[in-house]
C-alpha cells in the first residue's frame, strides 16, 4: 500500500451548498409560513360576505389593497414554495434534520392546497348554486360610468 500522510486521510470532502438546508434553509422556511398565513388570511377575508359589504367594517382603501395584492401574494408563495423545494430535493435524507426539513415542506404544501381549496370552494358554491363564478354578496359597487 502507498504511503498516505495521516494528516490527508481525514480531509472531509466539500459540502454543496443547498437553498434547504442550514440555518438559511429554516429562515427561508419561516419566510414562506408567513407569507402562508398572510395568504390564509387574505384568502379568508376575500372569501366572507361580510367583507365586501359596509357591515363587515373594512374600509373601501383596504378591500382595494386586498383585491390587489391577493394575486401578487399567490404568485410569491408557489415561486417561494418551488424554490424551498428544490432545495430540498437536495437535502440529504439520511440525517435526522434532512428528513424533519423535508416534513416541513411537506407541511408547508399541504398547507397551500388547503388555501387554495379554501379559495375554490366558494367558488364552487356559486356555480352549483347558479350564481357567477366569483360572485359575493354586497360586491362592491363599481363607479358608475357617465352616460350621455
Known sequence: MPYVSSSLRHVSRPRVYNAGTGLLGWVFMGMVFGLLCATYWLTGLRETHQFWTNGGGYSIEFRAFVMSA??????????????MSLGLSRSHLLSYWGRVRIGCGVVLWVFFIICLCFMMGNNIQNLLEGRDLHWHAGEPIQPATLSD
Open 70 to 83: 391577493f394575486n401578487f401574494l399567490l404568485v410569491l408563495d408557489v415561486s417561494f414554495l418551488f424554490i
